[in-house]
């Protein structure tokens, strides 16, 4: 593009473009792989065909699961068949829990059964269940706040809305139910928890999801409502009688047992040591297939990767794929990986994972030092024309990067419009049908830009500054 202006003008012009070229960290032939990478994606990425496999052949895949170990088989094959250079895993120790069945029904006054689902590692009732009565619950904070004689002996019914966003912003304020909850109720001598769903739908299903479970003497049994099946108790309780619930739920806490984070790369061809590492978690909850949470975002992430090992070279750095195992029961895959990896960190360039669905991407956050800033306006010029806006410098990169960030490992963060994400979060209802291949194309075509720019591009990112 230069050349016919070189040879009008001569070396002045000359000069200014080799000025201009070296203030900006990545080289327009890297730009140029990128766009072609970019537009390879929009056409011939098939991430949908990944996430069919991962759900249709393996399905749930709860943590310490026997769904988990067909996972992580999965995901090793998988990976070598996309043509992935190396190819392993890393075990992890997981608290593990079996699911029984969780009845729950209203007894008095108005007697109707409910839908319910056990929130994770939820303790059983006493054989034959038990029967007690409701107290109301604007949030975990009132919980918090009340005296224990109002609670003890009683239900605990935490009946806060989530507000929908396309951010997902009002998960933040809702999920503190979920997990701090049954311990709050634990505390005050309460018989059981009963939580309205964390979740924005109208569906007749409950929402499950992890609590905090750890260091509490006796745990209750701890349940989500379906939407409609709290308004239903709400509606009940405000007719002024006392309302009487009866629960069953047998679960089981088992010992804790194996898993596995899976890793795949493309090995670097100048600095292997050296790597960006893109993740999704494997694991998912036990009632629907995990297409959306977070089989969407393993399909993002391997196919990413395999585009970029078409490339007739490799890049500068290694690309690391990690798929997080035990990511829904508390990170503990990213946990053990940081500290199992504590020493090699400075080698990490930069970390990022999709675990937010299978919207579209609209925005790119970062994490970076404030000298680093223009290397994303960069991938913009590549990202912009797929609708992405730039963002903020707060990305955590997701739930499991999240844990690299604390020890200040820069990142990115591509995020995905999350309008309904929670219609179908933690569901029986989060299935493939919820999963549009258009989507994950452009999701692929950004995260290939940005993945194959932070692995190749000449100078690294530094550390960012952590807030302890
Ligand atoms: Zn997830």
Redesign the pocket.
Known sequence: MLKPLLTLTGGLIATLAVTAAQAKPLSQEDLSVAEVLRDRALESSDAYSIVESLTVEVGPRRAGTEGDRRAVAWAQEKMKKLGFDRVYTEQIDVQRWHRGHAHAEVTAPFPQPLVVTSLGYSAPTPEGGLTAEIVEFSDVEALIEAPAKKVKGKIAFINKRMERARTGEGYGPAVQGRSRGMRAAAEKGAAALLLRSVGTDSDRFAHTGMMSIDGVENPVPALALSAPDANLLEAMLERGKPVEVKLDVHNERLADGPSFNVIGEITGREKPEEAMIIG??LD?WDEGT?A???GA?VAIVMETARLIAELPQRPRRTLRVILYGA??IGLVGARQYVDAHRGELDNIIAVSES??GAGKIWRFDTRLPENKFDIADQMMQLLAPLGIERGNNQSSGG?DSSVFVAQGVPAFGLYQDGTDYFDY?HTPNDTLDKVDPDNLKQNVAAWVVMSFLAAEMKEDLGRVPTEN
């Open positions: 999704a978690h998912s995990g959306l949470d977070d975002g990511e829904e675990d937010f739930p979060h």
